[in-house]
């Protein structure tokens, strides 16, 4: 029996294949994609591309900039290259097959980089290799992705990131010891009366007040969205 071909996850403006890639799209790609800080970034870094959706999605809301990504899994970096290359914003997207702690070292700056970097960093690492070395941090420990980005960064960019609750926290507490402080923090819910799961965190070189707020994603039901996550991500999804 021919196995059945997976279906790429459509969206308004761009399709994106998975099926070379340990992790799917998801709600935290859309989310970081959707709320990174666009404005005056000429030059846009996505660090750990997996299948190009976040890239793509910055591609779409900036029609200026040109957007370049970085993909160590060379398997999913040329998924996102295929990717990239099917979607309307081709000529302005380029991902490299190489590790960010190497890539650092080119003398370039971006305006903009954006991770929805790995967040585990203890215990055990199971069966599931692939799926392990995207969430866990053994190839891209935090310090060594804050590191990258100090270099790359422009004197007056932003670096944002999306990370469970806990180690948002403690990565926020990191990085102001690589002089990169959090002035911008959006606290997700999945709804209203559920513990805040998420942090989108946003990070510059001069330390300023850090101005939070909250996103809830749905009402009760399920897939009864809230008006502000569809002001955030509906020029992404189709059925929104």
């Not at 970085?70 to 590790?99: G, H, K, W, Y």
């Not at 690589?178 to 513990?195: G, I, M």
């Not at 942090?199 to 502000?228: A, C």
Request: proline share 4%; aromatic share 8%.
């Amino acid at each position: 029996m021919t196995a059945k071909k997976a279906v790429p996850f459509q969206f308004k403006k761009f399709s994106i294949a998975q099926d070379q890639c340990s992790m799917k799209v998801g709600t935290d790609g859309v989310l970081l994609g959707a709320w990174a800080d666009i404005s005056g970034a000429a030059r846009i870094l996505d660090i750990g591309a997996g299948t190009g959706l976040i890239a793509i999605m910055l591609a779409q809301r900036n029609e200026d900039a040109v957007v370049h990504a970085v993909e160590i899994d060379e398997t999913a970096c040329t998924q996102a290259v295929d990717n990239m290359a099917n979607s309307p914003f081709a000529d302005r997207l380029t991902s490299f097959p190489i590790s960010i702690q190497d890539y650092s070292f080119k003398k370039e700056k971006y305006d903009l980089i954006v991770s929805n970097p790995p967040f585990f960093s203890g215990g055990t690492l199971s069966n599931n290799s692939d799926r392990d070395a995207v969430r866990h941090t053994v190839k891209l420990p935090h310090g060594a992705l804050l590191l990258s980005v100090q270099r790359l960064l422009t004197n007056d960019g932003k670096f944002a990131v999306i990370l469970p609750f806990i180690e948002g926290l403690r990565f926020e507490e990191m990085a102001a010891t690589y002089n990169l402080y959090c002035t911008r923090k959006t606290e997700v819910k999945p709804k209203a009366d559920k513990p805040v799961e998420r942090l989108l965190l946003e990070f510059e070189k001069v330390k300023n007040e850090t101005i939070t707020d909250q996103l809830v994603i749905q009402k009760e039901k399920r897939n009864d969205w809230t008006d502000d996550y569809i002001a955030l991500t509906g020029d992404f999804y189709l059925k929104m």
